[in-house]
């Protein structure tokens, strides 16, 4: 393995600033819909909708097949990037706090970073190490980690998400060097045929059971906004900003979520952005710069 300072092109960077706020809004989209309806609802409705539109996005663009020796690959990818990875995100948001789930999300830049080198698919360099630790300094000051609740009703939830960040790190990582033989729409669309199975397997009644109840017209829209960004778009940006630049830059840029809620809860609810949520930032954007720093490559 070798490193190369070739800097990442300004569009991977503006790619992962998109992908991070529009998941920021999914925080409190996504707590909105779990008031009115299950988890697992949820969850089903995201892969019954979202992976037949990644498979014919794959096919338009691409027109590729995954050889028989990638299927294994794609399966886990499926396993740890759409089964546990939603599963576990929507069931544990259900049991806690959207501050505590705000607060435990930059586990994944930590998780990235230790499982890739863990399994050599990056090195840990210095600067990566500070870059991780900026970062996540950054969003715990913008969260304010002594709102965490430690009330006994939150646990349950809070371990689900927690497993989330890491499982939702394998991911990223597992996906790195499939991703030098196949485009990332096509690695997205096959992962959510493979995990979504999974997820449909258990989530059909409960989705039967929301859908036949009638929702108002304001959970569909809110719906087709998870669906189409979060899930759909968001996927295939990120797997395409990990083929360019590292998987522990595109978990370090999940550490911007805070301030993208902070912001959409600025524009649309009016609340203020303060001294600490400028403190966050600047501590983030260090942190990014110096996981920039270098390019990793397989040798």
């Not at 794609?74 to 599963?87: C, D, P, R, S, T």
């Not at 995100?89 to 970073?113: D, E, H, K, Q, R």
Request: glycine residues 8%; positive net charge; charged residues 10%.
């Amino acid at each position: 393995m070798s490193e190369s300072r070739q800097p990442i092109p300004a569009k991977v960077h503006l790619a992962l600033l998109f992908v991070q706020f529009t998941f920021g809004i999914f925080h409190v989209v996504g707590k909105g819909l779990l008031g009115h309806m299950h988890p697992l609802a949820l969850a089903g409705i995201r892969v019954t909708v979202a992976a037949p539109l990644l498979l014919a996005l794959a096919w338009a663009l691409s027109h590729e097949k995954p050889k028989r020796s990638d299927l294994p690959t794609l399966a886990v990818l499926g396993l740890f990037g759409v089964f546990i990875n939603q599963v576990l995100f929507i069931t544990g948001l259900s049991y806690t706090t959207a501050t505590n789930a705000a607060i435990l999300m930059p586990a994944i830049p930590v998780f990235t970073a230790a499982v890739a080198a863990t399994f050599r698919v990056e090195r840990m360099t210095i600067f990566k190490a500070l870059g991780v630790a900026f970062a996540v300094g950054g969003a715990l000051v913008m969260l304010d980690v002594f709102r965490f609740s430690l009330a006994r009703e939150t646990v349950f939830g809070n371990i689900l998400i927690l497993l989330n960040t890491l499982s939702f790190s394998c991911y990223l990582v597992i996906q790195r060097p499939i991703l030098k033989r196949l485009s990332p729409v096509t690695v997205v669309a096959w992962a959510y045929l493979f995990g979504g199975a999974g997820v449909l397997a258990v989530s059909a009644p409960k989705m039967i059971e929301f859908v036949s109840s009638g929702p108002e017209l304001w959970m569909y829209a809110g719906l087709a906004y998870v669906v189409l960004i979060p899930t759909t778009i968001v996927y295939v940006v990120n797997a395409w900003a990990v083929s360019r630049s590292t998987a522990t830059l595109v978990a370090t840029y999940t550490t911007l979520q805070p301030l993208a809620t902070a912001s959409f809860a600025g524009l649309f609810l009016g609340e203020a952005v303060g001294r600490r949520e400028a403190a966050g930032f600047v501590l983030i954007v260090a942190g990014l710069m110096f996981v920039s720093r270098s390019r990793n490559k397989e040798s």
